[in-house]
């Protein structure tokens, strides 16, 4: 499950990165203000005032988009669809992808095992992404 973990780190980092770069070369520095649906921030913020009461550990991200859920990074690419629409087929495709990935996400995240079958899916959807996005 080591390499399915590894691509889930790079698939998540990677959209986290294409999100920021995208809505910050198109929307302005107050992207995350003008362009993150309110409830994404709410739990983001939420999220983040709860890590901080834990001084002793390391935040997670310097940037408040490390702090949104993986699900919640789709929900970001559909809201902000005019600055998207050129890298994907369809909101339909990347409302899909990211269902089938959350739900393997979460399996592995919480230390489960996936059928060699889940794993090809990812595999594959990986793929995908890299091919769309570049």
């Given amino acids: 499950m080591a390499s399915v973990f590894m691509a889930f780190f790079c698939l998540e980092n990677s959209v986290r990165e294409l999100i920021t770069e995208r809505l910050l070369a ?6 995350w203000g003008t362009s993150v649906p309110n ?6 913020e939420k999220l983040k005032d709860k ?3 834990a001084r002793y ?3 997670r991200s310097a940037a ?3 702090y949104t859920m993986f699900g919640n990074l789709g929900q970001i690419i559909i809201a902000n669809w005019e600055n998207f629409s050129d ?3 369809d909101q339909a495709w990347v409302t899909s992808r990211f269902n089938d990935l959350e739900m393997s996400r979460n ?3 919480h230390t489960g095992v996936l059928p060699q079958l889940e794993v090809d899916r ?6 995908d992404w890299i091919r769309q996005v570049g």
Avoid: N, Y
């Fill in 26 to 31: 198109r929307v302005g520095t107050d992207w």
């Fill in 39 to 44: 409830k994404i921030k709410l739990a983001v």
């Fill in 51 to 53: 890590e901080s009461d």
């Fill in 57 to 59: 550990h390391t935040p």
């Fill in 64 to 66: 408040l988009i490390g």
């Fill in 87 to 89: 890298l994907f087929p």
């Fill in 107 to 109: 399996i592995i995240m």
């Fill in 122 to 127: 990812i595999e594959s959807i990986v793929r």
